[in-house]
């Protein structure tokens, strides 16, 4: 996870009472916000907004992550994140991998995702379930 992601989930975490799900904040702006799940509780979002998983940190060999939309109507982008350092991009294996859910405009109701990590050399897999309701 990049220190950037890690610095506003420790922020929106810090804000939250632990014992109060999570709202959705409803931005003046109209385009929605980001979200990273912590860990497997469920919670709230607009059609306007985006759910964001990362997968493994550049240079991780052999290790796959798949986001997959089980349930609902949403869909799942995957694109490479690089750094950039001194204005030089800096491409170690493929990329961190990054991976977008987002509801479909208008579309409402539950939608679960899991977050399949399999190892370099095909061990077990490690899957992991998320829950968010888009209101």
Not at 8 to 17: R, T
Not at 35 to 52: M, N, Q
Request: hydrophobic letters at 35%; one cysteine or more.
């Amino acid at each position: 996870m990049s220190l950037f992601f890690a610095i506003v989930l420790a922020v929106c975490v810090a804000s939250v009472p632990a014992e109060e799900p999570a709202a959705a904040p409803n931005p003046s702006s109209g385009s929605g916000c980001v979200y990273v799940p912590g860990d497997g509780k469920p919670f709230d979002i607009s059609d306007k907004d985006t759910v964001r998983f990362s997968g493994p940190s550049a240079g991780s060999t052999g290790v796959k992550t798949v986001v997959k939309v089980v349930h609902g109507d949403a869909t799942v982008t995957e694109r490479p994140v690089y750094s950039v350092v001194k204005g030089k991009v800096i491409r170690i294996g493929g990329g961190a991998p990054e991976f977008d859910v987002r509801p479909k405009p208008g579309k409402k109701g539950t939608v679960k995702v899991t977050v399949t990590t399999t190892p370099a050399g095909g061990g077990d897999s490690e899957v992991k379930h998320y829950e968010f309701e888009v209101k």
